[in-house]
């Protein structure tokens, strides 16, 4: 199987049949993507639905001479349209009409997982059940009458062992001949019972009239959905007379059978599945604790569940940024070798802005971007294995008494733990979030997690400013003043403009499960891939601008030959010691970058912002160093040193920076600058991920906006007050 | 009964801040639309309606924008929704009207009734179906002499029945006494089965498509660390939900430990 690696629609080759589309519809948990990935391997393309963050997957395969597209739908428990990931699963199947649809049920569960089935069923698209995890079942000492069971539904089954590839070639040749055979008509129907059958034949009767059934959907399943109330369809349909007639035989069955017709419906639908289940379905051995409640009875121990997820947070933390560490720092060397080599490459003399571009820009940039691809590899892993074992669902369930507080849902948790670490890793991690705007809220306050990288920014000030014995306690009042403005701004963007509905909590504790190696590396390098494509680019083009605005324009001319006249100066001082020449010299250099910097567009920034951040207590030479700091919150530390003429090796350690320091500012405004740093603009790397995970530039921009202007806000407060009190 | 804020509301208020609430159950937000359309009305009448409720700050509303319910606008208009069905009620069920009608009726009386008749009416429709003397089939026969000319039955014989109905009711008095609270009450290990789940959103709805139909058989398997959320098994799986979630569950409890369905 050679072909088209990242092609998203390879035009089928002339020779064989006609390309098949397959969608793969099932509950969360039912071992859809492990099927997934065992069909099309790496041939996948993962993006975004339009409009929603919802992940959109996408593959190729071949069975035999037919070419096959498979869509991967989002794990969903119904059709309802009630979550997005049902209106996307819903959509797919309603407009893309796929040739056929592959429903994958988890066999030791087989009940709820056919909940979705039946419904798939109305919509009348060829349909191929998959009793997945067959194995699991039998091992739980349930034995099934597949022959039964289909004649009983009315659809082929194919039994399969999805992570051991067991069953996938029956699989392909009985949804390829359903695909080409088409739909054969109406699927076996659900007997909703006299009185609701009634409504629905009317409602039927009256859609058909109306002509408003679309797509070659029947119009029983319009009847059956109007009744259930489903908003989004009463949406769609937007016919009065057929609205007015669901909502009246709404009300009449509710005043029949005493309770609403969506309660009603999905008893029938339960009652028939069971009946199937109680004749095809048999169970020999009562297992009372399978193993998967043996590990719950640890794991989410009243008195030990807590410290077991610490623990394992822990470890994810340790795991991402302690491991990330060597490899961060070979990326690092590798360009620094990549900067020195290429520099030696280039003629003596030419020194040209060509030379800057290639070494500070792009070389610069590009190591800026691939930096982070340790940590989000790893991290990803670690998070893939927390996914794919079922622990995730434990976490949330442990956290989110804490997080549901702050308006946020239990998974919200990991998000922002890693955000301690580093902001860009960790808004990939929201994705294990399913509500957009829980999303979307945790996405922007996570910067204000103090990530890594501000931690050089406290440890140049803090002993600069503090006595011994208060490191520690400064330290903890700024991670403190971190967490508890996330909580705030949390919970004041879930009452503003993400207020909305709180979505049910209800989750399914999956049973645990091993991860495999295969589905982990998937995760991972779509996960690096997704970065670097969407991110990477973005992250690259402003490490330019910012490198253009730290170039041009250049020292002046005469300014420049009065550096170049003073270097030949020193040089032709025979009489002094060598030592004592280099070390002028070095200070010339020095000065003569703090003078660049000043001419240079970024220090017109910097001096441009002074009036305005004058109030926090800032002067032109901090806000030159802000501005920097948007590269990475660490560049501030060497911006400080260029400032002030001691060079650019400055480093948070560095005692002369600490002295002048000391010098010109008061222990408050020190305070200040962790302040501003801590809440300010993120930087750049974290818009980029915002933009991409938000799927909008609005987002992030306002991300940005927000936070810079919080920044401004709080640390003026605090030095204008400050200043008062001393 | 809830204290209702002391808001002087014109009834077409009433009708518009009704009218969102409802709006609001079905969907996350309501748009002006929405509202014209439910209460046929014209676009600019809503504007302006719109704007007199954000005053009063009952709905958070700024032009072009979703408009919700603030914390008060949702009591008063609880408030109104609650008047409209008791005396829905009290006209489909004492005084046998067609529900449409009874429905119109209580659109246009809502906003006139006082608290302390409105509690009458409840108590009054309570009385009448518990009290042997009157009786559901007593309100029956009002509807059958409000329909055949006001002609009177056999009197000799409906009142036999009364004494029928009070022993069968002591019957049903006795099978009742299972108790029926809601899912938050039980502890760990405790099991019931699923009597109804209140409300009218996306959980309930989420948990029906998960299984939680009338007369499913859950087990309360754990509490979090923390106190909240709770574990279930249900149907052979294990579910978490918050203790707000369960609380609107009503089950029933079995004295005996019932034998779970395969």
């Given at each position: 199987m050679t072909n088209h690696l990242r092609q998203p629609k390879p035009t089928g080759p002339s020779s064989a049949g006609k390309r098949i589309t397959v969608a793969l519809a099932g509950n969360p948990n039912s071992g859809k993507t492990t099927i997934f990935n065992a069909l099309t391997g790496g041939r996948q393309h993962v993006g975004n639905y339009p409009g929603v963050t919802v992940e959109k997957k996408e593959g190729q395969c071949r069975h035999g001479r037919t070419p096959l597209r498979i869509l991967d739908l989002p794990g969903t428990y119904s059709l309802t349209a009630y979550s997005i990931e049902e209106r996307v699963a819903r959509d797919v199947l309603i407009h893309d009409q796929p040739d056929v649809v592959i429903d994958i049920l988890d066999a030791s569960n087989l009940e709820r997982n056919l909940y979705l089935a039946v419904q798939i069923m109305e919509l009348g698209?060829?349909?191929v059940l998959v009793m997945n995890m067959s194995d699991v079942a039998r091992q739980r000492g349930l034995e099934f009458d597949l022959d039964l069971l289909s004649r009983l539904l009315g659809v082929p089954i194919v039994s399969t062992i999805g992570h051991k590839g067991?069953?996938?070639?029956?699989?392909?040749?009985?949804?390829?001949?359903?695909?080409?055979?088409?739909?054969?008509?109406?699927?076996?129907?659900?007997?909703?019972?006299?009185?609701?059958?009634?409504?629905?034949?009317?409602?039927?009767?009256?859609?058909?009239?109306a002509g408003v059934a679309l797509n070659g959907i029947p119009a029983r399943w319009f009847a059956v959905k109007l009744l259930e109330g489903d908003p989004e369809l009463h949406r769609q349909v937007n016919h009065e007379a057929v609205i007015e007639a669901a909502g009246r035989s709404a009300r009449q069955l509710e005043s029949i059978l005493g309770?609403?017709?969506?309660?009603?419906?999905?008893?029938?639908?339960?009652?028939?599945i069971s009946g199937a289940c109680q004749q095809a379905v048999r169970s020999t051995v009562e297992l009372r604790h399978t193993l998967s409640d043996h590990i719950d009875a640890v794991a989410t121990h009243r008195v030990l569940g807590l410290p077991i997820f610490l623990g394992l947070m822990y470890a994810v933390f340790h795991l991402t940024f302690t491991l990330g560490g060597p490899p961060m720092a070979w990326i690092e060397a590798g360009f620094d070798w990549l900067a020195q080599t290429l520099n030696g490459l280039w003629p003596e003399g030419a020194d040209g802005?060509?030379?800057?571009?290639?070494?500070?820009?792009?070389?610069?940039g590009v190591s800026g971007v691939l930096v982070f691809l340790p940590n989000i590899l790893l991290l990803f892993l670690a998070i893939a294995i927390l996914e794919d074992s079922g622990y995730m669902a434990r976490a949330a369930f442990l956290m989110d008494r804490l997080m549901y507080k702050i308006g946020l849902h239990g998974k919200s948790f990991v998000p922002m733990l890693i955000g301690f670490g580093c902001s860009v890793p960790a808004i990939m991690a929201t994705r294990t979030l399913e509500n957009r705007r829980d999303r979307l809220t945790t996405m922007l306050v996570l910067p204000l997690m103090s990530c890594g990288a501000r931690l050089p920014i406290y440890a140049l000030i803090i002993p600069a400013f503090f006595p011994r014995n208060w490191h520690a306690p400064m330290l903890w009042i700024i991670y403190l003043i971190g967490i508890l403005l996330a909580v705030i701004c949390a919970k004041l963007l879930k009452k503003t403009l993400l207020r909305g509905e709180t979505p049910p909590f209800v989750m399914e504790l999956p049973p645990y499960r091993m991860p495999t190696l295969k589905s982990v590396g998937l995760h991972m390098w779509n996960r690096g891939g997704a970065y670097l494509k969407k991110a990477g680019t973005?992250?690259?083009?402003?490490?330019?601008?910012?490198?253009?605005?730290?170039?041009?324009?250049?020292?002046?001319?005469?300014?420049?030959?009065?550096?170049?006249?003073?270097?030949?100066?020193?040089?032709?001082?025979?009489?002094?010691?060598?030592?004592?020449?280099?070390?002028?010299?070095?200070?010339?250099?020095?000065?003569e970058a703090k003078a660049a910097l000043e001419a240079s567009l970024m220090g017109r920034i910097g001096r441009g912002l002074e009036p305005i951040l004058?109030?926090?207590?800032?002067?032109?030479?901090?806000?030159?160093?802000?501005?920097?700091?948007?590269?990475?919150?660490?560049?501030?530390?060497?911006?400080?040193?260029?400032?002030?003429?001691?060079?650019?090796?400055?480093?948070e350690d560095s005692e002369p920076l600490r002295d002048r320091l000391r010098a010109d500012y008061t222990p408050l405004q020190g305070f200040c600058i962790m302040l501003f740093c801590l809440i300010s603009a993120p930087c750049m790397a974290t818009i980029a991920i915002t933009r991409r995970e938000s799927n909008s530039w609005r987002w992030a921009l306002f991300q940005l906006g927000g936070l810079t202007a919080l920044a401004w806000v709080v640390t003026t407060v605090v030095y204008q007050v400050g200043r008062l009190v001393s | 009964m809830s204290q209702t804020p002391e808001i002087q509301l014109s009834a077409s208020l009433e009708d518009y801040l009704e009218a969102i609430f409802r709006i609001v159950q079905e969907k996350p937000a309501a748009r002006a639309k929405d509202i014209s359309k439910r209460l046929e009305v014209g676009r600019s009448s809503v504007t302006g309606a719109l704007h007199a409720l954000a005053d009063r700050e009952l709905i958070n509303y700024s032009p072009y924008d979703l408009i919700t319910l603030t914390d008060k606008g949702k009591a008063v208009a609880a408030d109104v929704v609650r008047r409209h069905e008791v005396l829905r009620d009290f006209f489909v069920r004492v005084l046998a009207v067609d529900e449409p009608e009874a429905d119109s009726a209580a659109c246009k009386m809502e906003h006139a009734i006082p608290e302390v008749i409105l509690d009458r009416f409840i108590e009054f429709v309570?009385?009448?179906?518990?009290?042997?003397?009157?009786?559901?089939?007593?309100?029956?026969?009002?509807?059958?002499?409000?329909?055949?000319?006001?002609k009177t039955g056999n009197c000799e014989k409906c009142v036999g029945l009364v004494l029928e109905e009070v022993r069968s009711r002591k019957v049903t008095k006795a099978t009742e006494t299972q108790a029926m609270v809601t899912l938050v009450t039980l502890k760990p290990g405790e099991k019931a089965a699923i009597v109804k789940i209140s409300g009218k959103d996306g959980i309930r709805r989420r948990l029906?498509?998960?299984?939680?139909?009338?007369g499913t058989l859950v087990e309360v398997e754990r509490v979090a660390p923390l106190g909240d959320p709770i574990e279930i098994k249900i149907k052979g799986y294990h579910l978490t939900l918050r203790k707000e979630e369960a609380e609107r569950i009503t089950v029933e409890l079995s004295g005996e430990q019932p034998i779970e369905r395969a």
């Open positions: 698209r060829p349909l067991i069953g996938l070639r029956e699989l392909l040749d009985t949804a390829v001949e359903a695909g080409e055979r088409g739909p054969i008509g109406l699927p076996r129907q659900i007997d909703y019972g006299p009185e609701i059958e009634t409504e629905i034949a009317n409602l039927q009767r009256i859609i058909e009239q309770d609403s017709p969506e309660a009603l419906i999905a008893d029938r639908r339960y009652g028939h802005p060509l030379r800057s571009l290639l070494i500070d820009g792009v070389i610069g973005i992250i690259l083009g402003i490490s330019i601008v910012l490198w253009a605005l730290q170039q041009w324009p250049s020292l002046p001319e005469e300014q420049a030959q009065a550096f170049a006249r003073q270097r030949e100066q020193i040089e032709v001082m025979s009489d002094l010691p060598s030592a004592v020449k280099n070390e002028a010299l070095v200070a010339l250099n020095y000065a004058r109030p926090c207590g800032f002067d032109w030479k901090i806000a030159t160093a802000m501005v920097g700091a948007f590269a990475a919150k660490e560049v501030f530390v060497v911006q400080m040193g260029i400032v002030y003429a001691l060079g650019e090796a400055e480093d | 309570d009385f009448v179906e518990r009290c042997p003397r009157g009786g559901t089939k007593w309100i029956k026969g009002f509807g059958y002499y409000c329909d055949n000319d006001k029906l498509d998960m299984g939680a139909t009338t």
